[in-house]
Structures are given as C-alpha cells and as structure tokens.
C-alpha cells in the first residue's frame, strides 16, 4: 500500500469551514481513511469516547483547549492517541510547549497539503513533526533531503525501484513519480509496495529513514529534541 491504511482521525478547528475544507480535501487524498469533525474540546474528547480515532489534529485555539497544558490532560485519557496541533503562529515556544505536553506533531494552517499529509505520516509512523521555524531555517530549506545514491539497502531494489525511489525521498505524490516517469498510477503502487516490503517499512517516512541507515529529519520532521535534528549512521 502506498499510505497508512484504514485510519480514523479526527479534525478539531474552530472554524466550521477550515475544518470541513480540510475534512474535503483529506478525504480526496487518503479515500481509504475514516475522518470525523469537532468543533470544540469536550466535543473532541465526547467524539474519542465513543468512536475511537488514530490521529486527532487540533486547533491550538479551539474552544475549551486553554494552550498547551490541557494537551496533557487529552494524553492522559488516551495514551495511545497520535495527536497533532495545528496553529497559526510558529512561535518557538509554543512548538515546544506542545510537544512537551505530549502533542507528536505541529502544523502550521498556512502550510500546503502535501506538507500537510507529510507531517501526518511522519507522526502516524512514529516520528515528531515540527514546522522549520523550531530550528530557525528558512523554508526553502526545509523539504527532505535525497537518500544517497549508494545506501546499502538500495542494492536490493529494481532500477525503476530505484528511481520511484528517490522520487518518494523528495516528497513527489504518487500520481507525480506516475507522471514524471511515464507510468500508470497503479504500476507505481506496485513499485511503492516492493520498495517498502525490501526496506521493511509501513510508509514513505519510514522507508526513507530506513534507507539512510537511521532516522534522518529536516527541519520539518524532527525529533523531540529539536538540538540533534538530524542523525545519520
């Protein structure tokens, strides 16, 4: 499979149109996911009560949510829970005073879908995100960085293999590795699947660290500790 399959999450926003926008456009890119919506924090927490969900993105200004402490309390009744805020301020503080209070991830509402979609598979497979104005690096600068041409694992892939490959390691969607390369969605689906049963992955994040022979981040995907943001064996 390309993506995570079969995922419940759930959108908690203010804002009646931002979150049945996003709802819309979520649901374009990942059909096989189950989405739900929520206008305030007891509602969320009323919504995770009786339909249990595997990712819940919340608006750091959503009604009842008092900042980052009450994350605390939403991890404490659901540990298992991924749980991504979504805000508009990138404020170095706050980045971190969410992640401390348990949040895997942070999102900016300016950011585009594909990085969007990004920060949910890094969080869904077991990574934390985090915009680049945690690090101080210009935007331009921060999109993953290409696996090495020679990375051992790579030995063990098709030439074609290799190069929807590094496609994937830049980010490009399926239907742009399909287009760029001259193949059928579903041709590149097949590729998608043997490069991740090779790598031993579940999703392209993975898949990437995997292949770089450890856990690689950019400035948008890195771990709790924002000083070491980037390891490589």
């Known amino acids: 499979m390309e993506e995570l399959t079969r995922i419940s999450m759930v959108v908690a926003d203010r804002y009646a149109l931002f979150r049945h926008g996003l709802v819309g456009l979520l649901q374009e890119q990942r059909p096989g996911w189950v989405f739900g919506h929520t206008a305030s924090l007891d509602e969320t927490l009323d919504h995770l009560q009786s339909e249990p969900a595997d990712l819940v993105l919340l608006d750091l200004q959503l009604p009842g949510l008092e900042g980052p402490e009450d994350l605390r309390r939403v991890r404490a009744l659901y540990p298992n829970l991924t749980m991504m805020v979504m805000a508009d301020s990138g404020d170095r503080a706050t980045i971190l005073a969410c992640l401390s209070a348990g949040a895997q991830g942070y999102a900016l509402k300016s950011s585009t879908m594909s990085q969007l979609l990004r920060a949910m598979e890094t969080v869904l497979c077991g990574g934390v995100f985090a915009p680049a104005t945690l690090t101080g690096m210009p935007a331009a600068v921060a999109q993953p960085a290409p696996v090495p041409q020679g990375s051992p694992l790579l030995t063990h892939l098709t030439d074609r293999q290799i190069e929807v ?26 590729h998608l699947a043997a490069i991740y049963r090779v790598l031993g992955a579940h999703c392209r994040v993975e898949a ?3 292949a770089r022979g450890g856990y690689a981040y950019t400035a948008l995907s890195m771990p709790t500790s924002a000083a070491a943001f980037e390891r490589v064996n």
């Open 165 to 190: 490959f590094h496609l994937l390691s830049e980010g490009c969607a399926t239907k742009t590795i399909a287009r760029r390369l001259g193949l059928a969605v579903g041709t590149v689906k097949v």
């Open 208 to 210: 990437v660290a995997k």
